[in-house]
């Protein structure tokens, strides 16, 4: 038996979009696979009867990648007919919504909104309430009712898309986001369906871009910003009441910046978190709103993130991961090397829920409060669990052909103590791995900074385990789950957790006599991809380096990415025009003379996260230094390439990987 290769990311099941169906005590869900031949991925929906136990896939024409829960009907977006592939095909959004039954059959065209529809809910019968894109800049549908002035609107609209093709307008910062493309102009906005009227209402003011929002009752609460030519990064509270559509503010705090809004115990929940004090990446506060004011609920000593997980390439879509059930609010957390349910109400009363390791990635909940959840489980990939009176039930066994057809590398947890601070780290022997033997081993770097390793499953690891390879990697400071205090090093890149890592690698190789610390290798991407970076211009203990969607100047990434305006000056501490020589000297480019390692730098030219420019300015100050050098870059990928790219891409870029070690490392 073999272990994982470079195609078998194509046999992996992805689980997303887990619902509960009350009337059927049914789970609903969507199963997504890597096809090669379509270079996407094919996305249906699946159901699991909790009372029969059984199986059934509700969709086959792979294209369903989410979908929505209206009373006991699976409701999602297709485009089946002609009129609507051709509206798609000149360029405008819409949803065209399908209700299919749980019993089965075809599934019946209900209605069609002029916009694309994000979230969405009904409100009754008659009524449903949703967020939608729109561009101020170009021509939209949501406004016109008269079929004649619609057709015109619509070859008038075509034309102008087509024709604006060749150029774009800037006028605001962020101008383009990664994954979205170009996005100057675009709001999101709050909006009513009227179903007998067959007419669409915009309640949200047009300079209002809504970024969430949860009904209690009659009212509409939205966490919101208005627009402005540079994006703010604090948040609104209001409400829309949707008897009249009016609105109400309830706060403002430019300090403040808010992810959730609830109720919860009768009264206004928020999650949020305090930029003067911790920045973008801070813990989170939980708060109830009173007299106009937040109150910290948080016990004390509390210092967590929330609505995360572990760090992993075989993750797809998601999940919803936070919930309001019985006066209590649960979400997954990191703590140590698991992502976990917690939960908290509002007195400040928190407890763990479910202390399972693992990285537990999304939930519901049912009838009776079972808890379903999709997880990683004992370095198996994605599946449904069961979580009843205190123990855990594996439901489905979507993956379980992998642990069968593949030998799979078990991460071994290793605590490297370095001055007193443990650090969480793990060790990959390689398939196949004979005892007295040396063997190349790989450092792997997560990204963020502010993520964290564990034991799930990683493809990328366990492709290079097959290779024979050791891999090594660790938590180091600026790591998610161990509080604000570690994971803090704002100003503090390339030095405390390059310490770290050096640390580590050089206890492991002193640990373990099968590493060959004449045969090291690093790689790592977005935030490990500056330390690889960073690593090979202060130190020559590697024979090659992989860098992957990296930061390499600290001065070009403010003005070019969609985070760069706000994300250098938090994390470096400066602007360019503040402090230049700070921020060039915690710039990894700076140091491209000193770099001997024979380096590869991956980028994808659609990464707008970390632009593919970091990558030409490393690559072109190596080459010109002399350094051993290549560079791939891959085309209509953007900086999730390693997660969510399609799968010809996702395999490129392995194979790259595998091959720039293989010739490097001897």
């Known amino acids: 038996?073999?272990?994982?290769?470079?195609?078998?990311?194509?046999?992996?099941?992805?689980?997303?979009?887990?619902?509960?169906?009350?009337?059927?005590?049914?789970?609903?869900?969507?199963?997504?696979?890597?096809?090669?031949?379509?270079?996407?991925?094919?996305?249906?929906?699946?159901?699991?009867?909790?009372?029969?136990?059984?199986?059934?896939?509700?969709?086959?024409?792979?294209?369903?990648?989410?979908?929505?829960?209206?009373?006991?009907?699976?409701?999602?977006?297709?485009?089946?007919?002609?009129?609507?592939?051709?509206?798609?095909?000149?360029?405008?959004?819409?949803?065209?919504?399908?209700?299919?039954?749980?019993?089965?059959?075809?599934?019946?065209?209900?209605?069609?909104?002029?916009?694309?529809?994000?979230?969405?809910?009904?409100?009754?019968?008659?009524?449903?309430?949703?967020?939608?894109?729109?561009?101020k800049k170009k021509p939209n549908l949501f406004d016109i009712q008269d079929a004649e002035d619609k057709a015109k609107k619509i070859e008038?609209?075509?034309?102008?898309?087509?024709?604006?093709?060749?150029?774009?307008?800037?006028?605001?910062?962020?101008?383009?986001?990664?994954?979205?493309?170009?996005?100057?102009?675009?709001?999101?906005?709050?909006?009513?369906?009227?179903?007998?009227?067959?007419?669409?209402?915009?309640?949200?003011?047009?300079d209002m871009n809504v970024s969430s929002f949860e009904l209690v009752g009659d009212r509409a609460y939205v966490i919101y910003s208005d627009y402005s030519p540079k994006m703010v990064l604090f948040d609104k509270l209001g409400y829309f009441d949707l008897k009249n559509y009016s609105f109400t503010e309830l706060f403002v705090d430019e300090n403040i910046s808010l992810s959730y809004v609830n109720e919860l115990g009768g009264q206004i929940f928020l999650v949020g978190g305090d930029l003067s004090v911790q920045g973008i990446n801070g813990s989170v506060n939980f708060y109830i709103l009173k007299d106009g004011q937040l109150k910290n609920i948080n016990p004390q000593g509390l210092d967590i993130s929330v609505f995360n997980d572990i760090n992993t390439d075989a993750r797809l879509y998601g999940t919803e991961n936070k919930a309001v059930y019985k006066d209590r609010f649960y979400f997954t957390s990191v703590q140590g090397v698991d992502a976990k349910l917690y939960s908290i109400d509002v007195n400040g009363d928190y407890r763990l829920e479910m202390d399972i390791p693992g990285s537990t990635d999304g939930f519901v909940f049912g009838d009776q409060g079972e808890i379903y959840s999709v997880a990683f489980r004992e370095n198996r990939l994605q599946e449904l669990y069961a979580f009843v009176d205190g123990k855990e039930e594996k439901l489905t066994s979507f993956n379980d052909k992998i642990l069968e057809d593949y030998e799979i590398s078990q991460p071994e947890y290793v605590e490297v103590d370095h001055n007193g601070l443990i650090l969480q780290s793990y060790i990959m022997k390689p398939i196949g791995f004979e005892p007295g033997k040396k063997y190349k081993t790989i450092l792997e770097i997560h990204g963020g900074p502010k993520t964290a390793f564990g034991s799930i499953f990683f493809s990328e690891m366990q492709y290079l385990a097959n290779l024979g390879y050791v891999v090594i990697y660790t938590n180091p400071r600026g790591s998610d789950g161990r509080g604000f205090d570690f994971s803090d090093i704002r100003g503090k890149y390339g030095s405390i957790d390059y310490e770290d890592l050096m640390y580590f690698t050089r206890e492991m190789v002193k640990k373990y006599d099968f590493i060959d610390e004449d045969r090291l290798g690093v790689t790592g991407g977005s935030y490990g991809g500056y330390m690889t970076n960073w690593i090979v211009g202060h130190t020559d203990l590697f024979k090659a380096a992989v860098t992957q969607r990296s930061i390499s100047n600290w001065v070009s990434k403010f003005a070019t990415t969609d985070i760069g305006y706000f994300f250098v000056k938090d994390q470096v501490g400066f602007t360019p025009w503040e402090d230049i020589e700070k921020i060039w000297d915690n710039s990894p480019l700076k140091y491209a003379d000193q770099v001997k390692t024979p380096t590869l730098i991956i980028h994808s030219e659609e990464d707008f996260r970390c632009d593919v420019d970091q990558g030409y300015q490393f690559y072109t100050a190596l080459k010109y230094f002399g350094v051993d050098a290549e560079m791939l870059m891959l085309r209509g990928e953007n900086h999730n390439l390693s997660r969510t790219g399609r799968p010809k891409q996702r395999i490129e870029r392995l194979k790259a990987i595998a091959d720039w070690f293989q010739r490097k490392i001897k």
Request: glycine fraction near 6%; avoid cysteine.
């Open 1 to 135: 038996m073999t272990g994982i290769n470079l195609k078998t990311l194509l046999e992996y099941k992805y689980i997303s979009n887990l619902k509960y169906i009350k009337e059927k005590n049914t789970l609903a869900f969507v199963v997504s696979q890597g096809n090669e031949e379509e270079n996407n991925y094919d996305s249906n929906i699946f159901t699991y009867n909790l009372d029969t136990k059984t199986l059934k896939q509700m969709t086959a024409d792979n294209k369903v990648p989410s979908f929505y829960l209206i009373d006991d009907q699976l409701v999602f977006k297709a485009q089946r007919t002609k009129e609507e592939k051709d509206l798609a095909d000149k360029g405008f959004k819409a949803s065209n919504m399908y209700k299919l039954s749980l019993d089965g059959g075809e599934a019946q065209k209900i209605f069609s909104l002029p916009l694309e529809a994000g979230k969405f809910k009904k409100l009754d019968d008659n009524t449903y309430i949703f967020t939608a894109t729109t561009n």
């Open 156 to 206: 008038e609209g075509a034309k102008f898309l087509e024709e604006e093709k060749a150029y774009e307008r800037l006028s605001q910062i962020p101008f383009w986001f990664n994954g979205a493309g170009f996005v100057d102009g675009d709001l999101t906005g709050l909006y009513i369906y009227k179903l007998d009227e067959d007419r669409t209402i915009r309640i949200s003011p047009d």
